[in-house]
């Protein structure tokens, strides 16, 4: 049976690093982001982002997350895939289960959803998520 799950991720680090820079082209970077999540889904989580920047205000990027806590009444770890795009002022994702990454109660969990972040409240942003468990 499928759940629908809704909270906030709170940001609490960003660490960029860029690794790749070929003249007019777009930059590469690496980010280290550390999230509080809230809401259905209860605890913390890393999460690791490879990002083209094509200009000061539009990238491309996909990561995976690690949550270590709670959703719902169910307790352990899971990995969402991310992939999404900014755009001027709101970056769009899309997050996906990613396949016997769940541990404890939440092993067999799979799912979808997503978020959009704008620029304005600093990296943290309200979530949806369909979520269901074998």
Request: hydrophobic share 35%; glycine share 14%; no cysteine.
């Amino acid at each position: 049976m499928t759940k629908q799950v809704t909270g906030v991720r709170k940001l609490k680090s960003w660490e960029d690093t860029t690794y790749s820079e070929v003249g007019d082209g777009p930059k590469a970077v690496r980010s280290s982001i550390e999230y509080e999540y809230t809401g259905d889904i209860q605890g913390t989580a890393k999460l690791e982002y490879v990002m083209l920047l094509h200009s000061d205000d539009k990238a491309t990027f996909v990561g995976y997350e690690q949550i270590v806590g709670r959703i719902g009444d169910r307790e352990g770890s899971v990995v969402l895939e991310h992939r999404g795009k900014l755009d001027e002022n709101a970056a769009t994702v899309a997050m996906s289960v990613l396949p016997d990454s769940g541990t404890g109660q939440l092993a067999g969990a799979r799912g979808e959803g997503g978020f959009v972040g704008v620029h304005e409240d600093r990296g943290d942003a309200k979530y949806t998520m369909d979520i269901e468990f074998a």
